[in-house]
């Protein structure tokens, strides 16, 4: 079936540092690809998201690039915030996200902590 | 103006008692999901529903019955809650262009 494999944490970062989650799936067909944020005590918000190969996903200053050759979905932002503090989850998504027999597969999640 | 509203935020019960989970949807999608995620922070789906129809039903015990009145409700019931049920659980729907939208979750904790 399909799965989600996410780098293991947990990642201290400081201030401004450079920021990369690695990502890679396993799904038969051409699924979506998303990354959700989970800030403390919150639920579950979209970050971004990408529905076809080479599709590139951006927001808040985070983005990731749809990769079939390496089936990666590597997240990154050029300079994190101590607000970026969160659990992200990579997650894919079969039948491009819609329709009835949908589901969302989760990665395990990645608990990122920026200090000042 | 809340998209996916879940009731209760927290919930705290014995171990043997009934208890229900409501959610709502106010973004007029068919499909709506019941996710669980576990002291380790992972998520699975248990449940998804299209249009009051059980689409999705992942090997969860039958002490958790789903239920959907009309598209717009999913409402969960867990029997004879066991200490194992605690967890978050999160409501979510689709299918929207800007992906799933979840729930702020539930935090059961059984006692």
């Known amino acids: 079936g399909d799965s989600v494999t996410q780098m293991e944490g947990p990642v201290t970062l400081s201030e401004e540092a450079f920021l990369t989650i690695n990502c890679t799936y396993t799904a038969t067909g051409y699924p979506s690809l998303f990354w959700y944020v989970q800030y403390p005590g919150e639920g579950l918000q979209l970050l971004l998201k990408?529905?076809?190969?080479?599709d590139k996903g951006s927001n808040k200053g985070f983005e990731a690039t749809y990769r079939k050759e390496t089936t990666s979905f590597h997240l990154e932002k050029g300079s994190v915030q101590v607000s970026d503090s969160a659990v992200y989850f990579c997650a894919l998504s079969d039948l491009g996200g819609a329709g009835a027999n949908s589901k969302l597969t989760f990665g395990k999640g990645i608990t990122l902590s920026v200090r000042p | 103006d809340t998209a996916v509203s879940q009731t209760p935020k927290y919930l705290v019960t014995q171990m043997g008692n009934d208890k229900s989970i409501k959610c709502e949807q106010n973004?007029?999608?068919?499909?709506m999901y019941w996710y669980k995620q576990d002291s380790k922070k992972f998520l699975k789906i248990m449940f998804s529903?299209?249009?009051?129809?059980?689409?999705i039903n992942e090997t969860v015990p039958n002490r958790f019955s789903p239920k959907s009145p009309d598209k717009a409700h999913l409402n969960l019931h867990i029997n004879s809650l066991e200490l194992g049920d605690s967890a978050v659980y999160f409501c979510?729907?689709?299918?929207?262009?800007?992906?799933?939208?979840f729930g702020s979750g539930t935090r059961l904790t059984v006692v």
């Open positions: 990408a529905t076809k190969a080479d």
């Open positions: 973004l007029g999608h068919d499909t």
């Open positions: 979510a729907s689709s299918p929207s262009e800007r992906g799933y939208t």
């Open positions: 529903y299209n249009n009051k129809e059980l689409i």
